[in-house]
């Protein structure tokens, strides 16, 4: 775990690409490294686990450390967020469609491009 974390590391703070690295380590598969890159950077790696404790590999870069109820409001709160803006884009579709199907009727409801309108 510790060799992917440096991995990831040195693909983020480096000019080196994911192909360079993978020969250089003699790792295989073009995406290894893009993906370890991206559960570093989400925080997704544990350093260590433990039932007592457990460190990210992004609190560590970062130097914030969350415990576990704030983690847990953290974790819901983009939940929620996810919810809200799936509801909206559901939303903006519904109103989107609505507005076709009026036009298709000949109702001119979305603004032509244009000086004089």
Known sequence: MEERIKIAQEFVS???????????????????????RDRYLLGKY????????STFAGEIKTGIVMNDPERQQLVSQIAELERLLQKEQMKNLALNTLIDVAEEQGIQIRKKSGAKQ
């Open 46 to 53: 544990y350093l260590h686990k433990s039932k007592k404790s």
């Open 14 to 36: 480096s000019n080196l690409s994911a192909r360079e690295l993978n020969e250089k380590y003699g790792i295989r598969g073009k995406n290894v490294i893009p993906t370890w």
